[in-house]
């Protein structure tokens, strides 16, 4: 078994799948249910979590509701590939209570993480993302937000080897998908 990974957009994953140069990938989009040739799976659910300036005046509340994030400063993370991403990111701050101040796009959480280490605003970031990276920064839970990152084991709806329906059953068993 050779395991190789690389740094694809889903498109470009999902044509790979189809011609059968990759055997799984993994997204955050999954393709439409109705596809003819790709089967998806989700794999991970990880949580946003807020980051902030570790001297921002809100980082020593012990409790943060959504009031007190209007009218702050924010830093959007998003997908360049994905038009929508903007709306997306607006709409569920909206649906949480407050609407973000949006004065910076970064282009992927780790970016974001520094921006907010370097007192530019706050931004939402997975919780895997952070482990390991407070320096500068203090990372709060929200109950009341549920914004997540979805990832998605996708592959061909056709096994041509058995290692890969091995290898695939292996990790989403692990995981809990089906």
Known sequence: MHVALYDQESAE??????????DIALVRTPPPEDDPDLKAAPLLQDPLLLALPVDHLLAGQAELTPDVLNGQPWIAVGDSHDPAWRDTFVASCVASGFTPDIRLDAADPLTALGLVASGLGLAFVQRSM???TNEGIVVRELP????????????HRVDLRPVVASFRETVLVERGAT
């Open 13 to 22: 994953q999902f044509e790979g799948l189809r011609q059968r140069s990759l």
């Open 130 to 132: 952070v482990r390991g």
């Open 144 to 155: 009341w937000y549920g914004g997540s990152v979805h990832l998605w084991a996708v592959r």
